[in-house]
């Protein structure tokens, strides 16, 4: 710690709270909800004027890295409010994820080693020494990433839009896609570039390496030995490679004759249809291929991915690809008749099992809880409403219809979902076992299931 | 054990096999199912010619207590077949269950006491001892249930129809709701005795008392001292009664102006009605007002209920409503960062919890699995294809139109959905969990969720 932060702190005189980390993050991002909101309402920012209602939902959208909008952003939005959306999606991603390793930094004074260590454990940073490291590295990291984006996408957009406005396009897209927004400044979204290889592999490497999680990068980079990795790191990347796989192969058989998807496309842009829309939506949310096209098989695995989400320490929302992971290993091990749940040679420990279970039970509660409001407030066909409450709390920002049509109470409802699909699995998983206070130990009681 | 268990035993010669309960349950459904098929599929059994297809689709439906059928029962089949369906619920329901418990004494005989005590705990039964009089006392107790049942209906049923047909319907229906299977003999259900107070409460009684359990109907039996009972007892009837009256009241706000629904009736009938349906859904799937005009919100309401289903050693299917409060309470116990799961000052031991996760794990996946498919094949709305999946799992039988028009296809899927919602939970329940054979304790492995 150098002493300007250690100035800072004083400053802040965070003794004087009760500082927890998660409840900071949230207050944090609500701050940038709001002074986003405020922007985003100045006369300058947009090219007609906008409610309030709807300033506050592009800022929460844009800041929770989500993407939804009940409008079309590029045509809505004057160069200064996409700047001002640009900035509140790189805040809101990698901002709030480097804040969030810094301030574990500066507690460390402040709390026993054991403590420290847990909180390490929550996010998920591998050592303690490795932890000042990390968070330089998390922002030198994503700008090189994104400025390699840029460069790539301009091979695109400059031909097309000239030097000025190509370089821009490019560094806003790559920046959307790096920090999983969602956002695109074309109308359709990304569908002009459906069948572009140059487009389609930049956008999906920005998207895939934004969403494996930091500390996954960071092991990359110091060693390319599967064996060495991380468990963690292990599964991250398996599992990417297996749910990816898998997402484009259905999408590209399920919507092969499609007439509103792939259908009428050469089989080329299938293939560049599915291999878009497989790997998107479980949380950068652009899209190539309209997704209210979608079948309603391909709307249920689109769903499911959302709802997914992608690694542990990336920008994204949902409950995270190894929650997921760790709730399959579970139930491979009781069929097998196992006790201890072990992936790749290695224990997982009971106490990452019951979060992983507490995530998503408060997940599914969360978003049925938003469903059931809905249904009450809009009209609107069931799995439109379900889609896109799932959208928001996997912060993937694909929408079937119902962001141009939601009242101003499902508005409400949408931004409270983004909120928690941003910051409520995190600060769950920041959240640490205590001992139990009361030392009772009480008998076992028998209770049966099933 | 009396003698003449212990010839058919040897008769059987069981020992030959490795044998499982779990198997041997599935098996017998399944011969129950094919004896159905045969049976129904007979000419004196409809009234006009029925296909095997939905021969074999209503034998499951009845013997698996769900209640699902594509066309009006009453209608279709003769007396005869009515009393096939009537015996296929009964042995499908009382019949499996009582089976089951009895099948532990005999194996009981062939193992380990360890081995004995672990399969009683997975079949739920309190006592060694206590299991011979349980299955005598099932099926002793069920009947006398179903005569009172009968006897109360015959109040309404005989003066309208007179003895024979009013006690026959009184017997039919008191059985097919203490079985929770759903089915009625009268057009549209039971909605001609929506607002009855005897048909009403009789019903609600029947369901109720089916619904709970045998083992926790016979330790109310030995205490009605709140304390005394077992936590599963404690936690099923408190259980029951949140779940009802918050399913109860919510249904009655929100269809109260439905006018597909409450809208037209008076405040009397308004609760009746709201009082079956907030209750009923979790398991029986009798109806008195008709579910494909409830509102969306309401919709999910019920699926949430059916999905939950009733108590274990019930004739039920679904994950069983300790499964979901055993979810429930170990998130509670994670917000409060404690390790143990405490209800009513017992331990909830970790092999139960991850049971129960796996229960439900499974389930959501088989649901998803099964929607999946029915979005490929079939030709209906997103909600209608869910909560007939639902449904089937459930052994609900509520159905918003699905079932009238299922593909061949379709028709096989709801049916091995219903065959996994009756047997599947309590497979897993059954499931034991085994030392690990292998003796490597791996070191724990760095994992991170949400
Ligand atoms: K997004
Ligand atoms: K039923």
Redesign the pocket.
Known sequence: MTQSTKKILSALDLKRFKFSPPLFLSLLLFVIIVIGTLLLKLPVSTKHPISWLDALFLSTSAST???LSPFDTGQTFTFFGQIVLMLLIQVGGIGIMAFAVFFVILLGKKVSIRQRQLMQEALNVPSIGGVIRLVSWILIFSFVIELIGTFFLAFRFVPEFGWGKGLYYGLFHSISGFN???FSLFPGNMSRYLGDPIVNLTMIMMITLGGIGFTVLAELLSTHRYRKLSLHAQVMITGTLIINAVAVLAIFIIEYANSNTLGPLSLGDKFWGAFFQGISPR????TTIDPSGLSQASLLLTMLMMFIGAGSTST??GIKLTTFMIIIAQVFTFLKGRREVVINKRTVNHQVIVRAVSIISISVIVVLLAVFLLCLSEQQPFVVILFEVISAF????ESIGATAHLSAFGKIVIMCVMFFGKVGPLTLAFSVTKRSHVDIRYPDGEIYTG
């Open positions: 890295v989500t993407g999983q927004a969602g949380t950068a949310g652009l994204s929302g996997g912060t993937a920002g």
